[in-house]
């Protein structure tokens, strides 16, 4: 079994940042992807990006540029630095892992961005 612990999140105003971090524990391989998702009200879950254990990233183009995810191995957690910040990118924010069978998720964290 996996658990996925976010935290991070906040409200903030349009331009500033923030950073999530996701650890993980449970059957853990740094091999695997592990990724952040988001939701907005109304909307599907979207990517927002992911990593491979050789540093791979892969980002949407909404937040190319402004976000950064990262991983820590020895610890298990991967992280998003999230700056300029905009409305837009208001959501519930998922971390989640690919055991390679299945996808775990964490509980969400909620990002909120006032104009």
């Known amino acids: 079994q996996v658990q996925l612990v976010e935290s991070g999140g906040g409200l903030v105003q349009a331009g500033e940042s923030l950073r999530l971090s996701c650890a993980a524990s449970?059957?853990?391989?740094?091999?695997?992807?592990m990724g952040w998702y988001r939701q907005a009200p109304g909307k599907q879950r979207e990517l927002v990006a992911s990593?491979?254990?050789?540093?791979?990233?892969n980002y949407a183009d909404s937040v190319k540029g402004r976000f950064t995810i990262s991983r820590d191995n020895a610890k298990n957690t991967v992280y998003l630095q999230m700056d300029s910040l905009k409305p837009e990118d208001t959501a519930v924010y998922y971390c989640t892992y690919d055991s390679g069978w299945r996808d775990y998720w964490g509980q969400g964290t909620q990002v909120t961005v006032s104009s």
């Open positions: 990593i491979v254990s050789g540093g791979s990233t």
């Open positions: 449970g059957s853990i391989f740094s091999g695997n992807a």
